[in-house]
């Protein structure tokens, strides 16, 4: 069974704050694709990145940075120096590389970022 | 670019009516999907389609039905409106079935009373 977990329901940091937000999942298959969604306000999910099962390399874009740890079926997502923009709704997703088109999200974790 | 275009925005149903919710994309992608976002959990699968003429069921398929007679559309029927339906819907699409990440629409918000 396919299964991701944002335990994180909401969080409040302060501008220039770093946050992370966790996600861990539950698979059986050795190959997969982990994703990171952003949902700001206006409703529409926008892609931020996408890892594959073979790949642990953490990797950062701008004030952006994930880690993939296999080990502990973790795919956290960390804001560095957040900003009021980065307030949304954050969803970590599982992708079996043998059934592209089944995609498994998590719950969700609103990110409030206070001036 | 347009992307992915869904209409309407928002509707309300009575229990028991029927409507259409309209997906277009303008990407040439072969691969669509509907999901639902229900408060607080994360999006669902309901249908999804790999090319016109052909789509498959998801995680949660029954109450909807789906045609895909173009590359461009791919609507979304609910024939028998029900309480349980309220939902946000999403439709998505991507220009082949490799682990790359979606375009998702604005979302339709859709509460049944």
């Known amino acids: 069974a396919q299964k991701v977990t944002q335990a994180q329901t909401e969080i409040s940091v302060v501008e220039k704050e770093d946050v992370t937000l966790d996600c861990v999942y539950e698979t059986r298959d050795t190959t997969y694709y982990l994703f990171w969604y952003k949902q700001p306000p206006s409703g529409e999910l926008v892609f931020l990145i996408r890892r594959n099962s073979f790949d642990e390399q953490n990797e950062i874009s701008g004030r952006y940075s994930w880690n993939f740890q296999k080990s502990t079926s973790s795919f956290n997502f960390t804001i560095t120096a957040s900003q009021v923009v980065d307030s949304a709704v954050y969803f970590c997703a599982l992708s079996p590389i043998y059934n592209f088109n089944k995609f498994y999200f998590g719950s969700g974790t609103k990110l409030n970022v206070k001036p | 670019n347009a992307g992915v275009t869904q209409t309407p925005k928002f509707r309300i149903l009575k229990i028991g009516q029927s409507m259409t919710l309209q997906c277009t994309q303008d990407?040439?992608?072969?691969?669509m999907y509907w999901y639902r976002q229900d408060p607080g959990m994360g999006l669902k699968l309901i249908y999804y389609?790999?090319?016109?003429?052909?789509?498959d069921k998801g995680e949660v398929p029954n109450g909807y039905n789906v045609s895909r007679s173009t590359t461009e559309d791919f609507p979304l029927r609910l024939e028998l409106a029900a309480p349980s339906q309220t939902s946000v819907y999403f439709c998505?699409?991507?220009?082949?079935?490799?682990?790359?990440?979606?375009?998702f629409g604005s979302g339709t918000r859709l509460t049944v009373v």
């Open positions: 990407m040439n992608h072969n691969y």
């Open positions: 998505a699409s991507k220009i082949s079935s490799q682990g790359i990440g979606y375009t």
């Open positions: 389609s790999v090319g016109a003429g052909i789509t």
